[in-house]
């Protein structure tokens, strides 16, 4: 019997049957008619407790509509409303918007929120800045901000900005998703003082996502590989008849297993709570990053020059994993960071900091 979690994939798959990827222009930034159908069965707020104006439902089941809309070059801002903006906005008691109303998440270190003096109750934040790297901006209507606090304070202040009227710069990632800037000098809006941990943990959930969504796209990158290499024949047989193709193969497979398990103890991890999370997720984003230069690379070189074409599926998986291995902090950023935790204890802690992790 298929279990609730099975359902809500089919569910997805089937609406992603009616919405086939296409190549993302200035003049079509997004999938909307994609999202209008999520909103539709209640698909943007899965992992949103019902309370907080979600569909319910636990974090696997937010990780798996993730998981299918990323191994279906779905352009819709899916990953950081359901994995990061909401859930960030939420454990820091602040409102979520309606959850068809698009939400982003915006690291932005350059932004300074200072609180407000304009009479309107605690909560209330002005932030100056640019936020620059913004996912879907000029798409989404709302904006989490994790922003910097004023001078003085430990922490960051998580602030949630309507971006209605808000202009947004044209640039995109490689796949051609909105990745503009928003100007931010005067804008009020609500937010709530992190302390370091708990901005560190939606840094963690960002670079999570990414790799939740790498992750699943490499998978798909496999399965494609491993049937184009089936039904194409070269010289009388399928590629997949050759050592060479059989080797190249066989990579690919061990990097798309190593990702998928190093991910999914990071979501593990995020799920218990745990307090090493961003340990967890560095590992994941480093491992997911490495993973797409060679699964990329090598389902390249099995397709040949089809591979390459506009009308061919595989563009718009590795071009997405290309760009999602730099956002939300490379491999050199979070190496860094996994390295000087896992030293953080002394040589005497370090087998027992790497069991942990493991």
Not at 8 to 19: C, F, K, P, S
Not at 204 to 228: C, F, G, K, M, P
């Amino acid at each position: 019997m298929a279990s609730e979690q099975d359902l809500l994939v089919e569910t997805v798959v089937d609406i992603l049957g009616g919405h086939e990827p296409f190549v993302l222009t200035p003049d079509r930034p997004w999938d909307e008619p994609l999202w209008a159908a999520l909103v539709e069965t209640g698909l943007t707020g899965v992992g949103v407790p019902e309370d907080a104006g979600g569909s319910g439902g636990e974090l696997a089941d937010a990780v798996a509509v993730v998981r299918t809309l990323a191994a279906g070059a779905a352009a819709v801002p899916a990953a950081e409303q359901l994995l990061v903006a909401a859930p960030a906005l939420l454990a820091a008691d602040l409102d979520l918007p309606a959850p068809e109303e698009p939400l982003t998440i915006a690291v932005a270190d350059a932004v300074t929120a200072h609180p407000s003096d304009d009479g309107d109750g605690p909560g209330r934040w002005t932030l100056s800045g640019t936020a620059v790297d913004v996912p879907w901006a000029g798409v989404a209507r709302h904006v989490a901000v994790l922003a910097a606090p004023p001078a003085g304070i430990e922490g960051s202040v998580l602030a949630l900005v309507d971006a209605a009227g808000l202009a947004a710069t044209s640039a995109v990632n490689l796949a051609g998703e909105p990745r503009g800037s928003l100007v931010l000098d005067g804008v009020p809006a609500s937010g709530a003082l992190l302390r370091p941990e708990q901005a560190a943990h939606v840094r963690a959930r960002y670079a999570l996502a990414r790799a939740v969504q790498i992750a699943a796209a490499l998978e798909r990158v496999l399965s494609w590989t491993v049937q184009y290499a089936g039904e194409r024949h070269q010289f009388g047989r399928p590629l997949a008849k050759f050592q060479a193709i059989q080797m190249e193969l066989a990579e690919m497979a061990g990097e798309v297993t190593a990702v998928t398990a190093i991910v999914d103890a990071a979501v593990q991890g995020l799920d218990r709570r745990s307090p090493e999370l961003p340990l967890l997720a560095a590992a994941a984003k480093v491992r997911a990053g490495a993973a797409v230069e060679v699964v990329a690379r090598l389902a390249h070189q099995v397709h040949g020059a089809i591979g390459f074409t506009q009308e061919y599926r595989l563009h718009h998986l590795t071009r997405r994993c290309w760009s999602w291995r730099d956002e939300a902090g490379n491999e050199a950023t979070w190496s860094a960071f996994l390295g000087a935790g896992v030293l953080a204890g002394g040589p005497d802690q370090l087998w027992a900091t790497l069991t942990r992790l493991g």
